[in-house]
């Protein structure tokens, strides 16, 4: 549903699911979070500006309510033009 790795992390150790077991399951799951978070942006901001920072703060922030890592966020916004 296009959330990251610490929001489905969050989620299953609050169903009491051992978080060893829960980052094994996510890193099967989600191999690649980078494309998984591009893929989000893509959908949630088809028409994205690279040259607006507000735009990109609006992106990284909802990148991280998500479940993506900021530092992640920031990567994938950079390499944006290349994923369009």
Request: hydrophobic share 40%.
């Amino acid at each position: 549903a296009g959330y990251g790795p610490l929001k489905i992390l969050w989620e299953l150790k609050e169903r009491g699911i051992d978080e060893s077991m829960a980052r094994d399951a996510i890193a099967k799951a989600i191999p690649n979070p980078k494309t998984n978070a591009a893929r989000v942006i893509k959908q949630r901001f088809p028409n994205f500006n690279l040259d607006d920072l507000k735009e990109k703060q609006r992106a990284v922030g909802f990148l991280a309510r998500r479940g993506f890592e900021t530092d992640m966020a920031k990567e994938v916004l950079g390499m944006y033009s290349q994923i369009r």
